[in-house]
């Protein structure tokens, strides 16, 4: 087992523009990333990117269904939000901030009359999964996307794997959202029990599925 | 089973991160080792992206990282490059 040997941390940068109305300190880390990012610090909002494409990805596709588009339209967003961000107040809300941005994104496609080739009927109960999936693999190689099924089984495999506790946990914070200590609340244990089972599960699946990502390192941040 | 690397910024840090569960005054610690300039910091980054693809699949949301993110990235430095 690992010894954490973080150092204490330097204070908060100040917030960059002085003049705007300010939000209370960050209470969350997202917080923390956009006052830092609004100060300056490139690498902050680089990490919103890393966390949030994904996700901003796939509002987009609950309505645009074509890959290129799609890719297009969450790098729009992902530009608005860059822009947009001294004017975010409640910065321990990116999330729902961007999620919002990403809609109205994939909103004003719709009504630009710039849809043309991505007639399809949008499909707001589409699951999304499985449209991720279909983006990327209609996206990419045949070989792109038999890699990407393979990780993904494997994934499945691994999570299927864990043990029991671990794989609740990582349920539990994922499928239903729950924060470290609602989780700990509902199993009845300690919030850094919960934590560790969570990183320790993740863990063993990163371990699971590296092999099959160590192809495409070049293509990741 | 546990991974094997040996950056000193451990996985149960990266994992608290990317749930929005480490104390914010923690964060710049954490991006001062993810600067690309610092030791380790390829694995720390890659480690760190791994596990955002574990979370967002368990989520639901099953994408690989075809460089998805880095031309997002990129197109974000021109951006900031062309303002005035």
């Known amino acids: 087992m690992r010894v954490e040997t973080l150092n204490p941390a330097p204070p908060a940068a100040p917030p960059g523009d002085a003049d705007a109305p300010r939000a209370a300190p960050p209470a969350s880390v997202d917080g923390e990333l956009v006052a830092r990012a609004c100060a300056g610090e490139e690498i902050a909002f680089e ?23 799609v890719e297009e339209l969450t790098q729009d967003a992902f530009m608005r939000a860059y822009d947009g961000l001294p004017d975010l107040q409640d910065r321990d809300r990116f999330w729902p901030w961007l999620r919002t941005i990403s809609r109205n994104v994939a909103s004003s496609y719709l009504r630009s009359g710039q849809n043309r080739l991505d007639d399809r009927p949008a499909d707001p109960d589409a699951d999304a999964t499985i449209l991720a999936f279909e983006q990327h693999a209609s996206h990419g190689s045949v070989e792109d996307e038999l890699a990407a099924r393979q990780l993904f089984e494997a994934l499945r495999r691994a999570m299927a794997a864990l043990p029991d506790r671990q794989r609740d946990a990582i349920l539990m914070r994922e499928i239903e959202g729950l924060d470290y200590r609602s989780i700990a609340a509902t199993m009845g244990l300690p919030v850094n029990t919960v934590k560790s089972l969570i990183f320790r599960g993740r863990d063993a699946i990163a371990v699971a599925i590296r092999p099959m990502l160590q192809p495409t390192r070049s293509r990741r941040w | ?4 690397r040996t950056h000193p910024m451990n996985d149960e840090i990266l994992s608290a991160f990317l749930d929005d569960e480490l104390p914010p005054e923690r964060v710049g610690a954490l991006l001062v080792a993810l600067r690309e300039d610092a030791p380790g910091s390829a694995e720390l980054r890659d480690q760190l992206t791994v596990l955002q693809l574990i979370k967002d699949a368990v989520g639901g949301v099953e994408a690989p990282d075809d460089g998805f993110t880095l031309r997002i990235l990129a197109r974000l430095r021109a951006h900031r490059d062309a303002r005035p």
């Open chain 2, 1 to 4: 089973m546990v991974s094997d």
């Open chain 1, 47 to 69: 990490l919103l990117v890393v966390k949030y494409q994904r996700r901003a990805a796939a509002e987009i596709r609950r309505v645009v269904h074509d890959a290129a588009i």
